[in-house]
């Protein structure tokens, strides 16, 4: 599947904004976010600036932009739309909750928005995450573990993020590290799963199916056009194949085996807030690596058509 | 809505022979020429009399060579939207574009609605859908809605227009709802079938496949025919003998 950039762009960093909504407001919700209404507020605000970077960068890779708005209404049947009402939904409790830290007023309804902005950030990445694990016509996608993979990954790049900026404001604390750490400890198990199961499934579909034909052998003679179309260009992307297994490394060092270094090094010396600057810096290229990846991996079945054996 | 409907009063669509194509692709641009011009905005192309041309056609045909057992041909594949009974296409659609009409079972996009965001050609397994660049949405084979109901134009041509192309007659359009329709009655009688069956989508299109041959094929001897003792015969083998030293 080709990668388009904005969709990349979008789930990583709306993905990291939700995780970080996620950690502060259970923090908030169990009374373990320290500092006052500026620290809150400064936090909540970077999550809600990475979501609405992510969700209008989204809106990039559509023909027609100019009617977005139309993608909230089929949310029977449609995970794409389901995301989109969850991700504006989300908006109004975290608004608000942005808005009595911004005030500085105390309310007994904190603890009410704090927990709906959790809620709301956990239903949007997984309904993002169901956009790909619904399409059966993807075997890399079709899984139980990809939704999974969506929320740990967000709340391990929250999680980080969220320990970034405690330290930042002096309110460095070790539980904060420890989430962080089993967080993207559990990002890089989930994803080691993930590459052994679709290495382990060469898939169920065989070009005799899509054919009903050809059960001993099938060889292109002439293509339908000269030049790959829409369909190939979509569907049959493999430029980053070849290097998979070298991108496969990358993402895992950087996504969970240097985060877990440098979240043990910000844990053990004075030197936090550098060693977390570093880990989320390294996580994020590390999560834009893993998502590239996720994409350039993925083999769609109408590729069966065009010379795949499976898929 | 893009709810499926529990069903469809018929289900139009069409029968294709893989017996009589000949891969000509006079459905492919017959196709091209009635969709660029009717329903919708025109079916863009870029660089069309370049180097790298590529553009939105709504029927493509493949060459394939098959092979079952000892029995093998080259089969021409035309391979358009099937118009499934349960397409994914429609249930992803985020506003409603893509829907499947109760009335007649045909699959559109309702090019003022869609957003273009490709989720329904991630979701087609059959790669039947084709993003229009120029226009911004996803464009499909709409089985020649704006030709089959069309009264302003002659009654015999209001069929798709691949249909009304095929100078074979290997492509039928008609009622697979219908167990007594003319598409229905030779899917039942040359056996034809669904493309991948095994995903589940109930494409209303069927294919009909190549027919084997009755007889085995012809086979070239492999022996020398048996000695006569002509004089003729002497002749060719001293001169095989000669050119052989």
Known sequence: ?311 | MTSLPNSTERKLGLVIDLDICVGCHACVTSCKEWNTGGYSAPLSDHDPYGADPSGAWLNRVHSFEVTDGDWSRTVHFPRSCLHCEEPACVTVCPTGASYKRVEDGIVLVNPDTCIGCKLCSWACPYGAREYDYDHGVMKKCTLCVDRIYNETIPEEDRIPACVRACPTGARAFGDLGDPDSDVSQSVEERGGFNLLEEFGYKPVNKYLPPRKPVEPLPQAAEEAPANTGSRLEKLFAWADRALSR
């Open chain 1, 1 to 311: 599947m080709h990668p388009a950039y904005s969709v990349i762009f979008f789930t990583t960093a709306s993905g990291a904004g939700y995780g970080l909504l996620f950690w502060l407001s259970l923090a908030h919700l169990l009374g373990l976010l320290p500092g006052d209404g500026w620290t809150g507020f400064t936090t909540i605000a970077v999550a809600l600036v990475l979501i609405t970077m992510g969700l209008l960068s989204s809106t990039l890779h559509l023909g027609r932009p100019e009617r977005a708005i139309r993608a909230f209404s089929q949310w029977r049947s449609s995970w794409l739309s389901r995301e989109g009402v969850a991700a504006v939904a989300t908006y109004v409790p975290s608004g608000l909750l942005a808005l009595f830290w911004l005030t500085g007023t105390e309310s007994i309804w904190t603890p009410v928005l704090a927990l709906l902005s959790a809620a709301g950030a956990v239903v949007t990445v997984y309904c993002t995450g169901m956009i790909y694990a619904s399409l059966r016509t993807i075997r890399q996608w079709n899984l139980p573990l990809v939704p999974l993979i969506y929320l740990v990954l967000s709340a391990a790049s929250g999680a980080l993020l969220f320990a970034l900026f405690m330290a930042l404001f002096g309110y460095g604390s070790v539980w904060i590290g420890v989430v962080a750490l089993l967080a993207t400890l559990a990002a890089g198990g989930l994803k080691i799963a993930y590459f052994a199961e679709i290495d382990g499934n060469p898939g169920r579909y065989t070009a005799a199916m899509a054919l009903g034909l050809g059960k001993d052998g099938i060889r292109q003679l002439d293509p339908p056009h000269t030049r790959p179309n829409f369909v190939m260009r979509e569907m049959g992307y493999s430029v980053a194949r070849k290097h998979a297994q070298k991108l496969r490394r990358l993402a895992l060092l950087c996504l969970c085996a240097l985060p877990v270094l440098f979240t043990v090094a910000a844990l053990l010396t004075p030197l936090s807030t550098t060693f977390y600057l570093l880990a989320v810096l390294s996580a994020a290229l590390g999560l834009v690596t893993e998502r590239w990846l996720f994409f350039a991996e993925a083999e769609h079945v109408s590729m069966l058509y065009y010379g795949a054996a499976r898929a």
